[in-house]
């Protein structure tokens, strides 16, 4: 007789002593298999590039020794630089919240034995009393995920795709086949730079070999068809890619994530677009780190733990007018505890004169819901 034993995360059936896992897993293995579908593509569309260009374009077609040698030390730049940060894309494990944002077991217990919201809410309201949240669902509640069963930092978000919450989650790629988050949002960023700098650099250097091939000008070779199909490949991705490029640099100005901007952050004080705004400068490093020279290596300088953001309730946006923050007329200072600003909140604000809007608005912030 088949007994079934069933946990969160998958279904399994024991037959005479062997564990035989339900088809739900099965399909969930199918699924991530498919999911490299687009990154086998990718690397495929790269690796013929790289034969095309070496082989085909520099050592069989252009003549001058010279140019050779030039264009072989820039496409080799561009070349490693691309797969670099594309690899660092996909293979950087999304971050988690950590187990300061679980419920601990009793709680965990209570929540899971409550049938009514409200009271679900109680208990959240009690555990997060000493967690620095700003950011709350779009009726003002606890944002928690039964699926991780974590309560959600603030920028915190469930990815379907990965089946996890992600810290600071942006959008999840399939192209990367990874979630972008906290984690390598800045070596997708350099991802798209370099892959768009390779595209342009191939587009530019073949152009003129690609219209003495279309005009006949140069006798027809096996090269042929890959010169023409390399300009039309390069100059198609080229488009794509800097839109997509252009959109997230301007995201990165504003500090906001890919859900962020069409899905404004719920804080107290209500919903907000440029809420983790600190301005231009500072919105760029965050993400790329406070020392230039390691701006454009795909190596980790992103600032701050991805679990806590600077906000208008710590910091005033210098791009927004100045937020007057009024308690609501039935809570005191005692429903609702202060949340602690943690160290990479403190780091990001910067100098002193942040550090006293910190304490004012920590003052005022201990009075909302």
């Not at 959240?124 to 069963?149: E, H, K």
């Not at 650099?201 to 003495?212: E, G, M, N, R, S």
């Not at 100059?235 to 962020?260: D, P, Q």
């Amino acid at each position: 007789m088949g007994v079934w034993y069933v946990t969160s995360r998958k279904h399994s059936l024991r037959f005479g002593g062997r564990v035989k896992m339900a088809p739900t897993h099965v399909l969930r293995c199918c699924q991530r298999g498919l999911a490299w579908i687009p990154v086998i593509f990718i690397a495929l569309v790269v690796c013929w590039s790289y034969y095309a260009y070496v082989v085909e374009l520099c050592i069989f077609t252009i003549p001058s020794i010279a140019e050779k040698i030039i264009y072989m030390v820039f496409f080799h730049l561009s070349f490693v630089m691309f797969v670099w940060s594309y690899w660092k894309t996909i293979f950087t494990r999304p971050a988690n919240p950590s187990k300061e944002f679980c419920l601990p077991k009793a709680e965990k217990e209570q929540y899971v034995k409550e049938e009514r919201p409200e009271s679900q809410q109680e208990i959240l309201w009690r555990a997060t009393a000493n967690l620095p949240l700003y950011t709350r669902t779009g009726a003002g509640a606890i944002r928690y995920c039964d699926r991780c069963q974590v309560i959600k930092p603030d920028r915190c978000h469930h990815c379907s795709a990965c089946d996890m919450c992600v810290l600071k989650m942006d959008h999840h790629c399939p192209w990367v086949n990874n979630c972008v988050g906290f984690s390598n949002y800045k070596f997708f960023i350099l991802f798209l730079c370099y892959s768009l700098v390779y595209c342009l650099f191939i587009a530019a250097t073949v152009l003129q070999y690609f219209i003495k091939f279309w005009t006949n000008e140069l006798p027809d070779t096996h090269a042929k068809f890959h010169v023409l199909f390399l300009f039309f490949v390069a100059a198609m991705f080229c488009i794509s890619i800097l839109s997509l490029f252009s959109y997230h640099l301007w995201l990165v100005g504003k500090n906001r994530s890919t859900i962020e901007a069409f899905r404004a952050p719920v804080f107290r004080t209500g919903s907000d677009k440029n809420g983790f705004s600190l301005g231009f400068g500072k919105n760029i490093a965050q993400v790329f780190g406070d020392e230039r020279k390691f701006w454009l290596l795909p190596i980790f300088t992103s600032q701050g733990d991805g679990l806590t953001f600077p906000s208008r309730l710590v910091n005033i946006d210098p791009e927004q007018p100045t937020v007057s923050l009024q308690p609501e007329a039935n809570k005191s200072i005692e429903d609702v505890p202060a949340s602690p600003l943690s160290e990479s909140q403190n780091h990001l604000l910067g100098n002193e004169q942040h550090a006293n809007n910190v304490t004012e608005h920590l003052e005022n912030d201990s009075s909302w819901e």
